[in-house]
């Protein structure tokens, strides 16, 4: 997921916010990660990198949303996508303050 920071009344087009599975996504297109790959050698690659699943910025390690996982082996990134996506629904559900909070995170006052 992504979202638009606030704009700060200028016309600079802000850039957007990525969190959840748009944040690992990118994360695995940095580190140049190749597929299929297991949750062990994601681990070793990328474990300590920090995903935020909100917009305001709270984040877990992917080792921690890969332990989760009952699969062990990804044939592509969708796949690993797909898996990892109710993990990330969950922690921003769960943790982000619910549902008035992050309507009014999107709110531009």
Do not use: C, W
């Not at 597929?35 to 990198?49: H, N, Q, W």
Request: hydrophobic share 40%; aromatic share 8%; charged share 25%.
């Amino acid at each position: 997921m992504g979202v638009r920071p606030p704009s700060n009344g200028g016309n600079d087009e802000p850039a957007s916010i990525e969190f959840g599975i748009a944040a690992v996504d990118a994360v695995l297109k940095r580190r140049d990660i190749s597929f299929p790959a297991t949750k062990r050698t994601l681990e070793g690659r990328i474990g300590d990198e920090s995903i935020p699943y909100d917009v305001h910025g709270n984040a877990i390690p992917l080792s921690q949303a890969l332990a989760e996982l009952e699969a062990d082996a990804f044939e592509d990134r969708q796949e690993l996508l797909n898996a990892l996506h109710p993990v990330f629904e969950t922690y921003r559900e769960e943790y982000s303050g619910g549902v008035f909070a992050q309507i009014r995170s999107m709110l531009p006052f």
